[in-house]
């Protein structure tokens, strides 16, 4: 025998302790004692966030404006058209957004509050409207 093994002579066949106050600890909240953990809670959802992408809006000229105008004065004139609208969603966590296309009938168009107002209870604002498409302009533009 080494005398590192020596020195544990005394306690090496004595019995494993067993608490009479305390209940022995079930093997698996054992194991959890020592299974990982999340140090810094939210972390992983901070970096996530980050990384999402965004897209910025983007601004139309006055030819582009112009044109828009014009089909929204043809959507009016007509009774419950149906149009296919793209538009910006401003992203409600960070600068940007993302545009998204919605197709419905148009229920009207508030001047007052510039917005359209689709079936569905879907507004949209007209200052975020980037094109519409309506069988109303097949041939006009």
Known sequence: MTDDESRYDDIINL?????????RMPSADRAAQFSAFAALNGHADAINETARLTGWKIELDEYE????DMKQ???MAAESP???????VPDEKKSGGKYVTV????KKVDEYGRALMLSGGIRIPLDDVYDME??????LF
């Open 73 to 75: 004065q043809i959507l």
């Open 103 to 106: 197709t419905g009938k148009l």
């Open 134 to 139: 309506s069988e109303l302009f097949n041939g």
């Open 65 to 68: 404006k112009a044109i828009l």
């Open 82 to 88: 149906e149009v296919t609208v793209r538009y910006f």
């Open 15 to 23: 019995p494993h302790h067993v608490s009479a106050v305390r209940p």
